[in-house]
């Protein structure tokens, strides 16, 4: 029997994961995808809140600032993508300068010190290329910007070396009372390649499932909320904007703005959005026109050289709001049965703070957490060699020759790369592509994908046609049949796209 269980392999589940890893206890983690962060860590926006937009009197509001200070030291330690770059609230009329006054008021009560108020004049010239109708804007140094599917992944690289078990393919459906006094976690067929069913014990669940929690909780005999899932679209524009703005620039927030926001993500080419849509599909992630024209519009008011045709990439990820529109953390009445849950914005700048107040929770319900004295708190960054200058990259290739052969033009991503990627738990073509931007590029893959696949099948031991997208039945080709099974032209040899 486990000590503890956590379902979900989010960036909130993998944080809480390396926490328990600091202590003496028995801990698997469940994640029903091929891979973590294959959710809605996925998709994140991949902003570190300053803090100082969450009212204190919510439980988000209390964590996101604990919560964004730890990113410094667990950049160290994990060589994640990570920059403070800070954020501007930009106001676009006089009527807007009180909201922002009111959000600088806020900030210092939480003790956020470093809170700057601009006018138009400093606004103009620290980013010359924002609208000149903006009239004043609120400055966080401390907001930053992070890959988050790097963090997960580096986060639970760090867990299971120093302890705690992994379990992919793993989705839980039914949950009873164990042998042992404990929780029985029954799981189902995790898909192409999966584990097919199976039993987990453990003596305290973790309900970390984001927006299927609710349904989880209800397996546990739960149903005190509800997640109402929320679609956000965003867009990715051509590298070639790089620079054009260099901090965070949020609206104030008002019915109009619908949290549109400019982002310069850490690799530094720039998004822009999401919008936020209700929707009760959980599997929608479908980006639209009315999407792109809702996100566009507003982005031309704040930044007029941003048009819809700088476009690379579309995508769309599902918020986990809850019913309550706050973070559900603690215990049930279901003895042992813990909730993680409703983590939408801020979740992941608050993720190390709920990891903490989880073991906290933990700790009061009875499982002793004695500290281990060997936990190793550092895992090894892969090589960035785009990033590198050229004596190193000669350097690099003449040692391994595997540096010496560029797979992904757009990103200047080598092979090496792409082995370091599986050697550190990439199994899809998404794995490859969020641990070493293979495909981010330009074109989209249309060159480096096919090379991502054969490196994938030799290293894994795969047919071309096993190599998936993101698990489960996301083939990217499929075999050509022998000419006695083909009956209809349908059945030739085709691709399956996505996204």
Known sequence: MYDVAIIGGGVVGCAIARQLAHYRVRTVLLEKQAEVAFGTTKTNSGIIH??????????????????GDAFDRLCEDLHFGFRRIGELVVAQSAEEIPVIEELFSRGRSKGIHDLEM?????????????SHHLCAALFAPRAGVVNPYEFAFALIENAVANGVELRVDSPVVAISDGEDGGLCLHLGDGGAGGPMGGRVEARFVLNCAGVYADRIA????????????????????DKRLKGLVRRLVFPVPT???????????????????PTAFDTDDREDLATTDLGADTVFDFVSQL???????????????????????????????????????????????????????????????????????????????????ASLDVKEQQRLAAEDLRFGRVVCRCEMVTEGEIHHAIDHGARTLDGV???TRAGMGRCQGGFCTVRCMDILAQRLGLRLEEVTKRGSSSWIVVPRRSPAAVTHPSSSPQTLAED
């Open 50 to 67: 300053a803090g100082h937009h969450s009212t204190p009197d919510t439980l988000k509001g209390s964590l996101v600032v604990s919560g």
């Open 118 to 130: 601009w006018d138009a004049q400093r606004l103009r010239r620290e980013e010359p290329n924002l």
């Open 218 to 237: 209800a397996l546990a005999g739960v149903q005190d909320f509800e997640i109402l899932p929320r679609k956000g679209e965003e867009y990715m524009l």
């Open 255 to 273: 019915p109009a703005s619908k949290g549109i926001l400019i982002i310069p993500t850490f690799d530094g080419t720039l998004m822009v959005g």
């Open 303 to 385: 930044c007029p050289s941003i048009t819809r045709r700088d476009t690379i990439a579309e995508f769309a990820g599902l918020r986990a709001v809850s019913s309550s529109n706050d973070f559900i953390i603690g215990p049930t009445s279901r003895r042992g049965f813990i909730n993680v849950a409703g983590i939408q914005s801020p979740g992941l700048t608050a993720s190390p703070a709920i990891a903490t107040l989880v073991c906290e929770i933990l700790r009061s319900e009875g499982l002793v957490l004695e500290e281990r004295g060997d936990f190793t708190p550092r895992v090894t960054g892969p090589v960035r060699f």
């Open 433 to 435: 592509k969020f641990r």
